[in-house]
């Protein structure tokens, strides 16, 4: 009598994927990006706006010359800043004079990978993720209802709403009991 075993797979939510990447090219490719813009952000911090953005363009066109996408991760190892300081300087909090560098900078990610996902080249999971995290955009909806003085509430919408009339005096029921009187 031979025992069979039976072999328990999961798809979908939970199943347990390969994430290995096979296309060893592109593998060495990526690698070699990532070694090159270590190599920039090994040259120090900028410390001048013109040094910054000297910086900066020559990590786009490295991306450009690797045929691969710029991101806000090796825009900031390129400068040699981590990314939540990128974000500061972007917002104004740290005493740097790059606020305006960084943010045309992160506009310019920002609006590449809208135009990949508008075109369908980049997932759109993907870009909602990086448009939320890296972009400040949100996808919260905010409706504020604020009753008028005739305690109406406006219609904003612009469609013709039918109004009740009032009901006349004369035809209120009272009701006693559970009776109608």
Do not use: H, W
Not at 19 to 25: E, L, P, S, V, Y
Not at 30 to 57: F, H
Not at 98 to 126: P, R
Not at 143 to 148: C, R
Request: hydrophobic residues 35%; aromatic residues 8%; charged residues 25%.
């Amino acid at each position: 009598m031979s025992k069979e075993k039976s072999v328990v797979t999961r798809r979908g939510i939970g199943a347990i994927q390969d994430n290995t990447c096979t296309d060893t090219a592109f593998v060495q490719k990526v690698l070699a990006l990532n070694i090159d813009i270590r190599k920039m952000g090994q040259q120090g911090k900028p410390k001048t706006p013109q040094a910054m953005q000297d910086r900066i363009d020559d990590y786009f066109q490295l991306c450009q010359s690797y045929g691969l996408n710029p991101t806000v991760e090796g825009l900031a190892l390129a400068v040699n800043y981590d990314r939540r300081t990128l974000f500061e300087i972007q917002k104004g909090n740290q005493n740097q004079p790059f606020m305006d560098i960084v943010k045309i900078a992160k506009d310019f990610i920002a609006n590449y990978d809208a135009i990949l996902a508008a075109s369908n080249k980049m997932n759109s999971a993907v870009y909602c993720f990086r448009s939320k995290n890296f972009y400040g955009m949100k996808d919260v909806q905010q409706v504020e209802v604020a009753p008028t003085a005739s305690g109406d509430v406006p219609n904003n919408g612009g469609d013709i709403l039918a109004t009740l009339p009032e009901a006349p005096e004369d035809s209120v029921i009272e009701i006693e009991n559970g009776k109608n009187s």
